[in-house]
């Protein structure tokens, strides 16, 4: 399994920007899949949005327009640039990877990261 390292959540105000990293531990990372997870507190673990090795991306609907996932693979690291973060953005923010987008898509990953919170205030 690839170590993954998630960081960059914290509190912001309703309309403002974060960006989260996910850095891998190994070089294996660069023909991954790379993506991000939420879980609101009460709630169960929702797909936010995916890379695949090629650079072709994925968002849920819910962020479509608002949030960006990039990542840059000499650096071994993935990112999700969120704007206009809206209150019911509040959640705890997983980074994941596996050989497939389309196994993230579905909700499952063989690598998780630890986790960043993110609270959007009113």
């Known amino acids: 399994q690839v170590r993954l390292v998630d960081s960059g959540g914290r509190l912001v105000q309703s309309g403002g920007s974060l960006r989260l990293s996910c850095v891998a531990s190994?070089?294996?990372?660069?023909?991954?899949?790379m993506g991000w997870f939420r879980q609101a507190p009460g709630k169960g673990r929702e797909f936010v949005a995916a890379?695949?090795?090629?650079?072709?991306?994925y968002y849920a609907d819910s962020v479509k327009g608002r949030f960006t996932i990039s990542r840059d693979s000499p650096r071994n690291a993935a990112f999700l640039h969120m704007m206009n973060l809206k209150p019911n953005d509040t959640a705890l923010y997983t980074c994941?990877?596996?050989?497939?987008?389309?196994?993230?898509?579905?909700?499952?990953?063989?690598?998780w990261g630890q986790g960043t919170q993110v609270t959007v205030s009113l």
């Open positions: 994941a990877a596996d050989t497939a987008a389309a196994t993230l898509m579905g909700g499952t990953a063989n690598n």
């Open positions: 190994e070089d294996t990372i660069a023909r991954y899949a």
């Open positions: 890379i695949e090795w090629t650079g072709r991306r």
